[in-house]
């Protein structure tokens, strides 16, 4: 009963900020800081209605105002909500063709900047590539990836895409790892309260000075680092369950 309540009403919010969100993106289209409003939108209510309790380290994200590219775990739908309220300054991200189909999603989020590519057309792909690194070398933007392409079900990451990588050297920024508990296993929607999901970011990952023939040692360095911190996080989130049960 809990659960058919809270996807009634996380979709009527999805609904109302989607077309705030759209709004914001007619008064002032693709400024790159449109992203991170937005998101906050969606997370601010959906997080409430879901009854997840989100725990944050991500200091480094909230002070930065250099561009980077962010390199996250994708999980599921659920990760607009969760990561949505620790998206930084100016910063907008790459996504599937197909949302721009999704009823006002789609248009805000490309309103907002950010990047769209349809998978497997490697011409699109190359060109919103290029078009990605002159944000980060000239437009004093960030972009975010989901490095694995897809989501993982809240199960081990699945293996790097090149994309991000390849990015973060051409423009010479650093790469900067966010790492997710892996919350959908655990996830109670029944629940009063849902969850407990632990946010961390991570030290950035230097590219300066990196060719394109570092990118699988680059890919392998930042896999690892996310893996062992996901590893730590949820751990952590166990022995607090424990704590709880003692």
Known sequence: MLFALRMLLLSAHFLFASVIGLLI??????????????????????????GLEIRAEVEALKQRRTPCVYVANHQSNYDLFV???????????????SLKFVPFFGQLYWLAGNVLIKR???????????????????????????????????????????????????????????????????????????GLIKIRALAEIPTHGLTMEDIP???????????????????DIANARKAVHA
């Open 83 to 97: 990561l949505g309220t620790v998206v930084p300054y100016r910063t907008v991200s790459i996504g599937k063709d």
């Open 25 to 50: 993106g007619l008064i002032r289209p693709f400024e790159p800081d449109n992203s991170r409003l937005c998101a906050r939108l969606y997370s601010w209510g959906g997080r409430i209605i879901l």
């Open 217 to 235: 040692r680059l890919m392998q360095q930042c896999f690892e680092q996310m893996q062992a911190t996901i590893r730590q996080l949820d751990q």
């Open 120 to 194: 497997g057309h490697a011409t699109q792909a190359k060109q919103a590539m290029l078009a990605s690194t002159d944000a980060l070398q000239n437009k004093d933007t960030s972009i975010w990836v989901f490095a694995e392409g897809t989501r993982n079900g809240g199960n081990n990451m699945l293996p790097f895409k090149k994309g991000a990588f390849q990015m973060a050297i051409a423009a010479g920024v650093p790469i900067i790892p966010v790492c997710v508990s892996s919350y959908p296993k655990h996830m109670s929607l029944n629940a009063l309260k849902a």
